[in-house]
C-alpha cells in the first residue's frame, strides 16, 4: 500500500511558477514509478508527467508541459516534486500524484495508489 498527500497547490498569475510536492508513504519509495496527471472541469484527466523508480530516474513529458515543467523525486524524503515554470491559463486543473503503474505510465488506468490533488489556477 501507498498513500500519496499532494501539497503546493495555489493561485498564481499566467508567466509563474509553482512548485508541487507529493509525500508518499507506504511501501519504500524508491521502489515504483511515480507520475503527475490533472483534471481540469469537464475534462479527462490527463498524463502531465513520469519519472522511473530506477537508476537515474528516466522522466516523460506530455508535449504541452515540455520545457516548463520538471518532474524529480527526493527517494531519502519519500517525496516527489512538480516544478511548473513559465505557467499559462490552459494549466488550470487539479494536480494529481500517481504511483506504481502497472502498465502504460502515460495511462490513467495503469496507475494503482492516487493522491487527492492539489487545485492549480492560473490567471490572467
Known amino acids: 500500500q501507498v498513500r500519496l498527500v499532494e501539497s503546493g497547490g495555489g493561485l498564481v498569475q499566467a508567466g509563474d511558477s509553482l512548485r508541487l510536492s507529493c509525500a508518499a508513504s507506504?511501501?519504500?519509495?524508491?521502489?515504483?514509478?511515480m507520475g503527475w496527471f490533472r483534471q481540469a472541469p469537464g475534462n479527462e484527466r490527463e498524463f502531465v508527467a513520469a519519472?522511473?523508480?530506477?537508476?537515474?530516474?528516466?522522466?516523460y513529458y506530455t508535449d504541452s508541459v515540455k520545457g516548463r515543467f520538471t518532474i524529480s523525486r527526493d527517494n531519502a524524503k519519500s517525496t516527489l516534486f512538480l516544478q511548473m515554470n513559465s505557467l499559462k491559463l490552459e494549466d488550470t486543473a487539479v494536480y494529481y500524484c500517481?504511483?506504481?503503474?502497472?502498465?502504460?505510465?502515460?495511462?490513467?488506468?495503469?496507475?494503482?495508489?492516487w493522491g487527492q490533488g492539489t487545485q492549480v489556477t492560473v490567471s490572467s
Open positions: 500517481a504511483a506504481d503503474p502497472r502498465g502504460g505510465i502515460r495511462s490513467t488506468a495503469s496507475y494503482l495508489y
Open positions: 507506504g511501501r519504500t519509495f524508491g521502489t515504483y514509478t
Open positions: 519519472i522511473t523508480w530506477n537508476g537515474s530516474g528516466a522522466t
